[in-house]
């Protein structure tokens, strides 16, 4: 059984390939660059790794491509083959809940939402479009990024706003990287030998793009990002949590227009605006005052973050790290998690082995480590619902 999940930006595709009965990944393929006359494929296979540079005009050229390239090393004869098509969706707002199955509601549903995510709606939508043509009579699938966090209650969501904003405007708490914490409350709960519904942990979902969860008896309770994901921790290029008048004043005092404001916290800050550079590994190598002080206030906000949500949750079973820098920087984890009270003993050998369990055993509570998967999270949501429809 092979279920195929695709990611669609505005000018890329990712699509990867799984065999649901091993779980192994059959295809990695990437497009970038689309619309240009030097957009970038690469494929991998278990066999091989390829790179080409060729013009494709838009996603249905990039789609096409990629069942080419499956058919002419038989893989994939064509995407009709296909059991399921599992499409990450980053918006759901409050609408959907769970994985769900597209049809042309769903399309006008994800299309409304669109103003809440319009850098990235518009094109998942595009890749859904585009494969409902080529396979028409195979199951697809939107996995929502939001979904996880509709569990959370209406404290957490809500912001001290007049009402109106949430009522007319749908102004509220969403988070993101929900299909990543989805995952990570299944394999912690492997790990720890303890039912998903009886688990209390804190995720880190560390990368480019950072936040962190609050998850009790294995659902969201509480999340970093907010109504966008430039609320919450201090990542690559976005500021995270800021006061709001300090926008303001960059309009009024600096003359910066709204798209020019949204740029300079989106874009040109965080890690970036802080010491000229957003790559983590390059950062800690630069090893100079600037570069010291981004660690520091990056690390700093986490550290908050953790003490906060043991104050949410009280029992904490573990602390789970994830996502590019959480899975593979162990000076990160270590600057997070040095000298951390209430119990919580970091292994440094652990650590620096990037063992699963990273704690010491005298440790109150857990700390671990799970490689993010979120495509074979979205597809393993396409199995459930296939599964469910037998």
Known sequence: ??????????????????????????AHISIEKIGEENSIMNMETVQKQEKKIIPIKNHQ???EEIVSFLAKNNILKDFSSLSAIGHRVVHGGDEFKSATIIDDEVVKKIEDLKPLAPLHNPAHLEGIKVTRRLAPNVMQVAVFDTSFHT????EAYLYALNQDMYKNHK??????????????VKQASKVLKKKPEDLNIIALHLGNGSSACAIKNGKSFDTSMGFTPLEGLVMGTRSGDID??????????LGLSVDEADTVLNKKSGLLGI?????????????TKDSRLAIDIMTRRIRKYIGSYLALLGRVDAIVFSGGIGENSAYIREKILKDMPFGIELD???????????SK???????????????????TQCLEILNSKK
């Open 171 to 184: 102004i509220r708490k969403y988070g993101f990287h929900g299909t990543s914490y989805a995952y990570v």
């Open 361 to 379: 055993n005298n440790s109150q509570t857990k700390i671990m480590i799970v490689k993010a998967n979120e495509e074979l999270e979205i597809a």
């Open 151 to 154: 569990s959370m209650p209406q």
């Open 244 to 253: 709001p008048a300090v926008v303001i004043y960059m309009q009024r005092e």
């Open 275 to 287: 010491c000229g550079e957003n790559d983590v590994r390059s950062i800690i190598e630069q090893d």
């Open 348 to 358: 440094n050998s652990l650590n620096r082995q990037n063992a699963i369990i990273i």
């Open 61 to 63: 050229e990039g789609l």
């Open 1 to 26: 059984m092979n279920i195929a999940v695709i990611n669609t930006g505005s000018s890329s595709i990712k699509f990867q390939l799984l065999n649901m009965k091993t779980n192994i990944a059959l």
